[in-house]
């Protein structure tokens, strides 16, 4: 049999990236904006795949932060999608792909630890 790829594939793996990314912001959110002003975060794209119905708590500016990279990522022309940090295309803009970093180095690790 043909080795083709059903699209359904690449929507589980973009809800999946999703997924993870909502988690990485929300652990370092809920580490470093304690005290700011957050709202239940949502996502739901009509010509997107990804979906969040009931997200973590964010604030605003990891609310930007985290729709623009889930945009990003369902957007993505490349397929195989390579790893972000190795990929050429530098799709992210840069203020949030330095933000992304620091949310990177902090969740990354930590997320290890935390299911759900
Ligand atoms: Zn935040």
Known sequence: MPKSKPSTSDTIEIQKDTDKLVRFLSIYC?????????ATFTFDHPKTSARVIKGPQLCDECVK?????IVM???CPLDPKPKCRKCPEHCYRPVYRDQMETVMKYAG???????G
Do not use: I, N
């Not at 690790?109 to 299911?115: G, T, V």
């Open 30 to 38: 809920d580490a470093h904006h304690e005290h700011r002003l957050r």
């Open 65 to 69: 932060l985290l729709r623009h990279a």
């Open 73 to 75: 990522r369902v957007l």
């Open 109 to 115: 690790p930590r997320s290890l630890f935390r299911k």
